[in-house]
Each structure stands twice: as structure tokens, then as C-alpha cells.
């Protein structure tokens, strides 16, 4: 299998004295180490991430439960056994007593770490590198790109964070969304009758308004933040779903009173969000992948009616790329120029939201009505 390597994240310059293959094979016989211990409680199931196969095993009932409510709804469905599938591993060092084998690393003497700190966490690999390993707050994770597998150890699920429990394995599960040809895009998506809508915009802009209005309402929801974009043979493209969680300040959240008794308050003084878990509430419209059929940006307005006009393919693009690109480890040029070719062929419209939250998803209905997609 040929596997697509031109992604963009930070690289240490102390690789070529750093062995990613021993690294690897001493998390993955700490992992079936914890497997072994006694009283050991080995959640396992099945999942479908881009259309593929997914085995997911877990050691340790804590970690099981802030690990697994944002892919609730992608486990145990109907996938492709036929592609190539994904193995995600990970067990609780204090649950198992099992330590890290990787607490500390040493690269040409005890005082040097090929470990790099950037905004997901610390890194170290290549975008050449088969092996790339993270750390970020408690967890480590690896992920070996040949044979598609994922092991991670965390410390302290307790003490996980917002962002850990809402978008978890996120940096080492979007690498592996690119090298299947699926990259990971910044962008929500919703869908009536099968119907996808991509939400495009920075972060602000009303994304995850649009997204949550429209859930509410009866729309299936795929993301308000991340959704996987995939070009098909007919020259279409599908979106996929990542995590079905989202986040609400205190504010934002009191627009949505029936989300209220889901949410999960940070415990730290920077976590100043809620976070939503939504399939408890909707899982019946929690579907993993849609055609996408046009592009919506939204953008707060101070008008009382929510409105659509005309969007420009320059405009759309622009909306999609510069975040999507520079904060995510994208594959540059190429998911660039297939952000470029799912705008040029699909209708774009800007989406001017009004105070009346039901007019979102009325106006969204009446939009594919137009386009002949009701």
C-alpha cells in the first residue's frame, strides 16, 4: 500500500539518532503486558473510521469512559472489512501498573530528547517517518503508519482534558485519516435526506450554531469542527465524521436548553467551555459518512432574519484552506488543491444568521429545495 507522506507538522532535528521501530515494539509489549495483568478488564469493539474497519481495545474502565463517548456513534456499525483497518490500542497506566516505557527518552546522552513541544503536544517523527510518537497532557501515543496501528498509554484519565475527552487519539487518528486519502479538514457538516451541507469558516464564525440549530430540528449531524474529506471515483466527494462532541460557552449553551443536562464543565481554570456529547441524545442522527452536495459559509449578522446570497468559489476556498492547513497536519498542496475542486464544483453560498435560531434550518431546507436536493 503506498502511503501519502507530505504532511506539514514540526519535525525535531534529533531523528536520524532516534529508532521510532524500538520505541513502537516497546509500547506495543507494554500494552499486551496490561492485557495480561490480573484482574485486567479488556474493552474491546469494533468501529468504521473513512469508510474503514477499526479495532479499538482498551485497558482500564476509566479510561473506557472518557475515551469513548465522542465515537460512540461510530462504533459497531457496518463497515468495509475489505479496506485495510485500524488497530487503536491503549491502556491506563495507574489502573494496570503498567508504566510508560517512554517517560523518558534519551537521544545521544541522558540530557537530550527528540521531543518537540508544539500546539498539540510534544512531538517526535517526520512527515518521511513511518513511526511519528506524541505526547500531550498525561498520554503518550504512537502511531506506526505501515501497519495502521495506534497504541497510547495515559496516566490519569481523571484528569484528562476537555479537549482529550472530546477529540481523543485526534493527532495520531487525523495522520492516519491523510495517509488513507481522507485528510482532515477544519469544517462542520450536516445533512438532510442524505444531503451534506459543509459548514466552512474559521473558528467564530457560527459553524457549530448552524451545526447544533440544525440537529435540533431533525438534520443528521457529522461535525461542527472536523470532518474527514474524501474525493470518490465518480469525481463526488464524501464527508466523514470524527467525534460527535461539541463545545458551548456558558452563553452559547443557554441558546440550546435541551443540551444542557449532557454537558461536561472543564475542571481547570483555561477550560471555560462546555463540552456536549450528543449521541445519548441523538443517536439515530449521528450517521459516520454523507455525499456533500454544497458549500455553506456561515457568518453572524446583525440582521433578525437568517438569509443566504451568492458565495464566490474564491470566497469559499478562502474560508476552508488557511485553517485547515496551517493548524491541522494536512498534506499541503494536495488538500489544498482538493479543497479547490470540491468548491469548483458544488454551489457555495454565504449564510447570513439572524437572531431566530429556527430559521437556520428552515433556511438550510429551503436552500436545497432550490438546488432540487429536498
Given at each position: ?13 534529533l531523528l536520524d539518532a532516534f529508532d521510532g521501530s524500538r520505541a513502537f515494539e516497546r509500547m506495543r509489549a507494554s500494552f499486551e503486558e496490561a492485557c495480561k495483568k490480573d ?118 484519565p481523571e484528569r484528562f482534558s476537555l479537549l482529550e475527552r472530546g477529540n481523543p487519539v485526534r493527532f495520531p487518528l487525523f495522520l492516519w485519516h491523510g495517509d488513507q486519502g ?41 461535525g461542527d469542527d472536523y470532518v474527514a474529506l474524501q474525493p470518490m471515483d465518480d469525481g463526488s466527494f464524501a464527508g466523514h465524521s470524527l467525534y460527535s462532541s461539541a463545545w ?127
Amino acid at each position: 500500500m503506498r502511503i501519502e507522506r507530505s504532511l506539514t507538522f514540526r519535525t525535531p532535528s534529533l531523528l536520524d539518532a532516534f529508532d521510532g521501530s524500538r520505541a513502537f515494539e516497546r509500547m506495543r509489549a507494554s500494552f499486551e503486558e496490561a492485557c495480561k495483568k490480573d484482574l485486567a478488564i479488556v474493552w474491546h469493539s469494533s468501529a468504521v473510521f473513512a469508510g474503514r474497519f477499526a479495532q479499538i481495545r482498551i485497558v482500564g474502565t476509566r479510561l473506557v469512559k472518557q475515551m469513548t463517548p465522542a465515537i460512540q456513534h461510530l462504533l459497531s456499525v457496518k463497515a468495509n472489512t475489505s479496506l485495510t483497518g485500524l488497530k487503536i490500542d491503549f491502556w491506563e497506566e495507574n489502573e494496570t501498573g503498567i508504566a510508560c516505557p517512554l517517560e523518558s527518552v534519551e537521544v545521544n546522552g541522558p540530557e537530550r530528547t527528540p521531543w518537540r513541544q508544539g500546539e498539540w503536544g510534544f512531538t517526535v517523527g517526520s512527515c518521511e517517518d513511518r513511526f511519528i510518537g506524541r505526547r500531550r497532557l498525561g498520554m503518550d501515543m504512537w502511531l506506526d503508519r505501515e501497519d495502521q496501528h495506534i497504541i497510547g498509554c495515559a496516566r490519569d484519565p481523571e484528569r484528562f482534558s476537555l479537549l482529550e475527552r472530546g477529540n481523543p487519539v485526534r493527532f495520531p487518528l487525523f495522520l492516519w485519516h491523510g495517509d488513507q486519502g481522507a485528510e482532515v479538514i477544519h469544517a462542520g457538516l450536516v445533512s438532510r435526506r442524505g444531503h451534506g451541507i459543509l459548514l466552512a469558516g474559521r473558528g467564530g464564525v457560527g459553524k457549530t450554531t448552524v451545526a447544533l440549530a440544525s440537529l435540533a430540528r431533525g438534520f443528521d449531524y457529522l461535525g461542527d469542527d472536523y470532518v474527514a474529506l474524501q474525493p470518490m471515483d465518480d469525481g463526488s466527494f464524501a464527508g466523514h465524521s470524527l467525534y460527535s462532541s461539541a463545545w458551548l460557552t456558558d452563553s452559547h449553551l443557554s441558546r440550546f436548553p435541551s443540551l444542557i443536562p449532557n454537558a461536561a464543565r472543564g475542571t481547570r481554570p483555561d477550560q471555560n467551555r462546555n463540552l456536549i456529547f450528543l449521541y445519548s441524545g441523538f443517536a439515530d442522527r449521528l450517521p459516520c459518512s454523507v455525499p456533500i452536495r454544497v458549500v455553506v459559509l456561515p457568518r453572524v449578522s446583525d440582521g433578525s432574519f437568517t438569509r443566504f446570497r451568492a458565495a464566490s468559489k474564491r470566497e469559499a476556498l478562502l474560508a476552508l484552506a488557511p485553517t485547515s492547513i496551517l493548524n491541522l497536519p494536512s498534506t499541503g498542496s494536495r488538500t489544498l488543491a482538493r479543497m479547490a475542486r470540491l468548491v469548483d464544483q458544488l454551489p457555495c453560498f454565504w449564510l447570513e444568521l439572524g437572531a431566530d435560531l429556527p430559521m437556520v434550518p428552515d433556511s438550510l431546507d429551503s436552500l436545497l429545495s432550490e438546488l432540487s436536493l429536498s
